[in-house]
């Protein structure tokens, strides 16, 4: 059975970086395109990022584009997150979900991890 | 992007049908067929219910259903059940730079 599992949340500081990430498992990993979605404490989802199944397209949302890279290692089953210059806003659990059709351009999400939590704080 | 527009909250007695409302623009909800709901209860991940507009994936009851009427989607829920009582959010493909944008969410009793 498909299976999401995302690793790396904690508490970090502001300003500084964590590294998310999220191992795949029951299904061919390098067919479909990838993303993150978080969702801050009481309040509802924001999609963070979105990699193309093959790598080779990234999107980002408004709020974090040029503080967070997505990436994935087809040879690891693993998507990442690499979150830098960490804000109080960032605090969030992140979930990362596979896109509903191999090889994308959907737009939905079928599978979610069960999300790892970062808390950014002094 | 703003997030789209879904009323805070619905509720319902067991066995009565609802409907969850999701409006946005032309440049997401209206003008594109890959809209999505999700159910959310609390402390658990968000689960697919609706794809592109209108579609149920296999496992989802068919008490679920989804439509759209230019700028606005629905999701509706006949019968419902205790085990109904959840969030729901609506998603929504769009052509601006964000790419994909979710609404604020809507939170369903069952009275």
């Known amino acids: 059975q498909v299976l999401l599992v995302e690793s790396g949340g904690g508490v970090v500081q502001p300003g500084r970086s964590l590294r998310l990430s999220c191992e795949a498992s029951g299904f061919t990993f390098s067919s479909y395109a990838m993303h993150w979605v978080r969702q801050a404490p009481g309040k509802g989802l924001e999609w963070m990022a979105l990699?193309?199944?093959?790598?080779?397209?990234?999107y980002y949302a408004d709020s974090v584009r040029g503080r967070f890279t997505i990436s994935r290692d087809d040879s690891k089953n693993t998507l990442y997150l690499q979150m830098n210059s960490l804000r109080a806003e960032d605090t969030a659990v992140y979930y990362c979900?596979?896109?509903?059709?191999?090889?994308?351009?959907?737009?939905?999400?079928?599978?979610w991890g069960q999300g790892t939590l970062v808390t950014v704080s002094s | 992007q703003s997030a789209l527009t879904q009323p805070a909250s619905v509720s319902g007695s067991p066995g009565q049908p609802i409907t969850i409302s999701c409006t946005g623009t032309s440049s997401d909800v209206g003008g594109h067929n890959y809209v999505s709901w999700y159910q959310q209860h609390p402390g658990k991940a968000p689960k697919l219910m609706i794809y592109e507009v209108s579609n149920r994936p296999s496992g989802v009851s068919n008490r679920f259903s989804g439509s759209k009427s230019g700028n606005t989607a629905s999701l509706t829920i006949s019968g419902l059940q205790a085990e109904d009582e959840a969030d729901y959010y609506c998603s929504s493909y769009t052509s601006s730079d964000t790419l994909v944008v979710f609404g604020r969410g809507t939170k369903l009793t069952v009275l």
């Open positions: 990699i193309s199944y093959d790598g080779s397209s990234k």
């Open positions: 979900a596979r896109e509903g059709r191999k090889y994308g351009g959907r737009y939905y999400f079928d599978y």
